[in-house]
């Protein structure tokens, strides 16, 4: 009988959030799962996980839910930088998009604000990833809880979160 290797229990999961654990178990990613690093203290924002890294604010994959005419969709955007809401709508082609609130992020992701992942989420929904993540060889993302961060590269986090490349960032004056 095979038996279970410690990293399939999930006692190797560095503090990921076991649904994300298992999704990253399901994308054949558990070299990435290893590399999942846990914080005492909390990196729910981008400055306190770029802090903690010790890298750089551009670094940081933010993952953050906005309602495209009442629609969830999914974000992803470096930890520097700020998403433009009227770009994402035009994007998308929607009448309005805000922020979405603590409880339809937690209800589309099975995450809390300051954990969400890139991706193995409850449900599927749209995703939209900004380019300026692809200027970094490896970006760190929330690996599905406020203490824990994973490294990925750019090109294999869009890949993996089924995103659309687009440019959404604010500009800059």
């Known amino acids: ?27 054949g990613l558990d070299d990435v799962l290893a590399r999942t690093r846990r914080f005492p203290d909390t990196t729910r ?12 604010l551009s670094e940081i994959c933010k993952s953050l ?15 520097a930088s700020r998403v433009d809401v009227e770009r994402v709508r035009e994007e998308l082609g929607a009448g309005k998009v805000t922020r979405a609130d603590a409880g ?11 954990g969400v992942p890139p991706f193995g989420h409850r449900t599927r929904t749209r995703v939209l990833a900004d380019r300026s993540l692809l200027a970094h060889d490896v970006v760190w993302a929330a690996a599905g809880t406020p203490h824990t961060v994973f490294p990925i590269a750019p090109k294999d986090l869009v890949a993996h979160a089924g995103a659309g490349l687009v440019d959404v960032r604010e500009r800059t004056a």
């Open 65 to 79: 839910v906005f309602a495209a005419d009442g629609v969830p969709v999914l974000v992803l955007m470096d930890g």
């Open 104 to 114: 339809v992020v937690r209800e589309t992701t099975g995450y809390a604000i300051g």
């Open 1 to 27: 009988m095979h038996t279970m290797t410690t990293a399939a229990t999930g006692a190797e999961d560095r503090g990921a959030h076991p649904r994300f654990a298992q999704a990253l178990r399901a994308l």
């Open 45 to 56: 924002t981008a400055a306190e996980a770029a802090a903690a890294i010790g890298c750089e």
